[in-house]
């Protein structure tokens, strides 16, 4: 199994950034991607950006395309997410997911460990 846990969330204005991470524990030695998923109040959870084991394909919500960035530090089993340019819209709890796979998934069922979250607010 794996255990994820998220840090990097808080409060920020519109235009600023923030660092989402997901550290990885457990059975981190076998191959699996990652995937970043958020969920507002009263919305469905959404997928934000996906990373593959290798790191060497992504996947971008159109939302979020050109302001925000995933990336893995295989040494460190950690996943970040770098959000630029933030806006009032991407206000939600952002989770990080993992499913032991080489490559992504693009939906939530498919993904077997999942963090507690970690909440970001963007004000206006």
């Known amino acids: 199994q794996v255990q994820l846990v998220e840090s990097g969330g808080g409060l920020v204005q519109a235009g600023g950034s923030l660092r989402l991470s997901c550290a990885a524990s457990?059975?981190?030695?076998?191959?699996?991607?990652v995937g970043w998923f958020r969920q507002a109040p009263g919305k469905e959870r959404e997928v934000v950006a996906t990373?593959?084991?290798?790191?060497?394909?992504?996947y971008y919500a159109a939302s979020v395309k050109g302001r925000f960035t995933i990336s893995r530090d295989s040494a460190k089993n950690t996943v970040y997410l770098q959000m630029n340019s933030l806006k009032p819209e991407d206000t939600a709890v952002y989770y990080c997911a993992a499913t032991y796979t080489t490559y992504w998934y693009l939906n939530s069922d498919q993904y077997d460990y999942w963090g507690q979250g970690t909440q970001v607010t963007v004000s206006s």
């Open positions: 990373i593959s084991w290798s790191g060497g394909s992504t």
């Open positions: 457990g059975r981190t030695s076998g191959s699996y991607a």
